[in-house]
């Protein structure tokens, strides 16, 4: 009999669940057949590397040289020829086994180690994809840009990311004979809409639906609306929202009853009620929360804990900068919003540095401190990112560096201008070729223009 040791093999390198590239160890596959075959009573180690031969063979013929596959591709490929094998016994009992492990792994992950409101293990789980795929460091990235392998980059970024959306669904419908409320909540820019909408296609694949309840419906009347020191009305706060309807009607959609929507006109600052506007839930459909509130706990305190599906997303960026400094999250999704500003909303940039300020004071406020309630937590950054933006924004950086350096009024602004001027002007920017190279249904498509998606 062949030994692993010895057969043809052009498979060299596996991807684990949390995305990292190992080296591909055959006698992996050999000891797990085995386990399962002596726990049935089998004592043949010869029959567990004869089934991992066949493994091996169809992985070289299923994959090309230079592709990496996913650990759960092997496994499947293994449970595939044990049944081929007429191994039926020994095949389920290893499919068991690995399905007993997905829970543990699911209960493992579940503890995010929230310190603070900062998930320092999807932090960390980031860091070290970053490090593995040598783009931990502005100086790396341009490395990579430089030597032309900025698609392989963009391709393992997209894969990761999707690798991410796929066990943020798995984890839905884990809970999807009690979950009737999905509530997504993250910062401005962290890439909510986008996975919104990717998390809706997997979930019709299942004959499921997501139907969202515009919350901005139920701001209150304007005079009934809170001030904030300024004696401005403040649409921040949770309570510029009708608390007590909102719970109301979520009560009655989770009877099955069907409620009578209100309508926010923003030109009188009062709500409106027309006979046409509805709203109900069907068994198969789940009523989607995307708010700045979602997690704030009187918003749906009617609403059973087991009936509610948290998820936060935040663009947990792991670079660091010339100084070994790691590039700061809001400033990474500052540069989205400000891309996107550019073209799509003809917004300048500059005001968008001036005015963050007030973006961020509102994240602290009603997002951030939420964030220990989440069911799920994912990071929205993609590996690629910074020289994307370095390209888009190069045009506008010396303007915003020089309206604000020398503003004692807006030192906020100042400080935050040189910072992402002194970043920005330090990393490479793609070229025209390189930016074909992501994807039409990326995340970074929400910013940069060209996605299959409407926003």
Known sequence: MEDQATMENHITKVRKRNGRIVEFNPDRITNAIFRAAKELGGENLDIAKEMTRQVVKRLNERFKPGEVPHVEQIQDIVIETLYENDYDNTATLYKNYREQHAQERLRYENQYGVVNSIPYKVIYNVLVWNIDHNCDSVDKLNEIVESGKFGDLVKAGEEKYHYDVDQLVSAILRRKNEIRIIIIAGPSSSGKTTTTIKVSERLQKHNLELVALNLDNYFRDLESNPKDEFGDYDFE???????????????????????????????????????????????????????????????????????????????????????????????????????????????????????????????????????????????????????????????????????????????????????????????????????????????????????????
């Open 237 to 455: 706060k949770p309570e510029a929202l009708d608390l007590e309807l909102i719970n109301d009607h979520l009560s009655k959609l989770l009877e099955g009853k069907t409620i009578q929507m209100p309508y926010y006109n923003f030109k009188t600052g009062k709500r409106e009620w027309h006979p046409e506007h509805t709203f109900k839930v069907e068994k198969n459909q789940f009523i989607l929360l995307d708010s700045l509130h979602g997690f704030y706990p009187p918003m749906t305190e009617s609403v059973p804990a087991d009936m509610k599906f948290k998820f936060y997303i935040e663009a947990f960026c792991q670079v660091r900068d010339k100084r070994g400094e790691y590039v700061r999250w809001a400033d990474l999704r500052m540069f989205r919003r400000m891309v996107r500003d550019s073209w799509h909303r003809s917004y300048d940039p500059e005001r968008t540095v001036g005015h963050w300020h007030y973006v961020r004071r509102s994240e602290m406020r009603h997002i951030v401190p939420f964030v220990n309630e989440a069911d799920f937590i994912m990071n929205g950054s993609l590996p690629y990112e910074l020289p994307v933006h370095r390209k888009y924004l190069a045009p506008y950086l010396d303007e915003i560096y020089e309206e604000y350096k020398d503003n004692v009024k807006r030192f906020d602004a100042a400080i935050r201008a040189k910072r992402i001027y002194d970043l920005l002007t330090s990393i490479v920017p793609i070229t025209d070729e390189d930016e074909k190279k992501i994807p039409p249904d990326s995340l970074m498509r929400e910013f940069i223009g060209g996605s299959i998606y409407k926003y």
